[in-house]
């Protein structure tokens, strides 16, 4: 006896409870294995696949791409241990029946273009319209701004785009937001890379960046200055004894910012492997709301777009954010001479409801320490 399963939607988060469903991996009639993905639902977060619980294949489809899906709705029906012979056969007339309707078609058209033609040739209008194309085509050729054509495209904005404009415009409406600045000489940690980098890849699997510099360092800075890792709730201050790092990353689909948990246990090689683990899974898709939730503190690096300046938005309900930048060589004075060195301009954007412009200027003073003598982080100053 044939044993039929209806598949809901499954729960996705304790914040979510609908999403839009993008597309359908299996069609009716397809086979399906245990544990495969059978439709993609997109959320405000992050894309969540819809896995069969069960081998079999699919026989009926109870929402339509782009539709919007709660939690528990009914999603699809499928046969439990059935094989694809018996459902591949229905599919494959379906597939055929446009073309038998197409040549149906065929002679309705020809049939009445014969009569109406006659009618319809005599008459000027549709001689005028190709004539009319070809001479503001002929005209339009010499003009100055290029092709007459102009045109435009409409595309609505996915869900994660929507979700990151509230959050964004939210921000700026709720902190009380500004921007303090260093620069920091970046020769000793580029020296440090080209020394050690290849012995971290041989060693670890994994290569040896900044972003894993700039995160201990953070953290040490965090730890020093605690009103950086605090945030407001309600009418209290939140302080944080552990430091969860938010990393900005940039995604076909807009910009996510999964979690480093726990820096402040973490090596900077640690750090780099993480990185390395959540950007693939970012970039694949495969990141997960688990991936994204929580952080203290987030760091921003425009620098790999080559962004020189900038003043990053706070990722709320966070008290501050770090903005990286491009590194840049330029004359700076060094024990009284001029030369020519790396640097790097860092900006700490912040809540000023929450930190004080001096707390603001000495975490960045501590991180710019830190990345100009790695060796302090060695000694834990």
């Not at 809901?8 to 993008?22: C, F, N, R, W, Y």
């Not at 029906?77 to 229905?90: H, L, Q, S, V």
């Not at 492997?273 to 950007?279: S, V």
């Not at 990141?287 to 921003?300: N, P, Q």
Request: glycine share 6%.
């Amino acid at each position: 006896d044939a044993k039929y399963r209806t598949i809901k939607v499954p729960h996705m988060a304790d914040s979510i409870t609908e999403g839009t469903l993008k597309s359908w991996a299996k069609l009716v009639g397809e086979q399906v294995e245990q544990d495969e993905e059978v439709a993609s639902i997109e959320t405000d977060k992050v894309d969540i696949p819809v896995n069969s619980p069960v081998g079999g294949v699919i026989r009926e489809l109870l929402a339509k791409e782009e539709d919007t899906v709660v939690v528990g709705q009914d999603l699809f029906k499928i046969e439990e241990g059935a094989t694809a012979e018996g459902g591949a056969a229905p599919s494959a007339p379906k597939a055929a029946e446009p073309t038998p309707s197409e040549p149906v078609a065929t002679p309705k058209k020809s049939e009445p273009a014969a009569p109406a033609a006659p009618a319809a040739q005599p008459v000027a209008a549709p001689k005028e319209a190709p004539v009319k194309e070809s001479k503001p085509a002929a005209s339009a050729s010499p003009v100055l701004f290029g092709t007459a054509e102009r045109s435009e495209r409409r595309v609505k904005m996915n869900r994660m785009r929507l979700r990151i404009s509230e959050r964004l415009k939210q921000s700026q409406n709720t902190a009380a937001s500004l921007t303090t600045f260093n620069e920091i000489d970046m020769s000793n940690l580029i020296d440090l890379r080209k020394t050690y980098k290849d012995d971290v890849l041989k060693t670890h699997g994994v290569k040896l960046g900044y972003m894993g510099a700039f995160v201990k360092a953070s953290t040490h800075a965090l730890q020093a200055v605690p009103e950086v890792n605090a945030s407001i709730d309600g009418d209290h201050l939140v302080y944080y004894d552990y430091c969860d790092v938010s990393v900005a990353v940039a995604t076909p689909k807009g910009l996510v910012t999964p979690v480093l948990r726990n820096t402040e246990r973490m090596s900077i090689v640690d750090v780099e492997q993480e990185i390395a683990n959540l950007g693939k899974k970012a970039r694949d898709n495969k990141i997960t709301v688990e991936d994204m939730a929580g952080g203290t503190f987030t760091i921003s690096n425009g620098g790999v777009f080559g962004s020189l300046y900038g003043t990053p938005i706070i990722n709320m309900p966070q008290a501050a954010i770090l903005g990286m930048h491009a590194i840049k060589e330029r004359p700076v004075v060094v024990n009284g001479k001029i030369e020519i060195r790396p640097m790097m301009y860092v900006a700490l954007s912040y809540d000023h409801r929450i930190i004080d412009g001096r707390e603001a200027v000495t975490f960045l003073v501590k991180l710019k320490e830190v990345i100009e003598d790695p060796r302090r982080l060695l000694l834990s100053v």
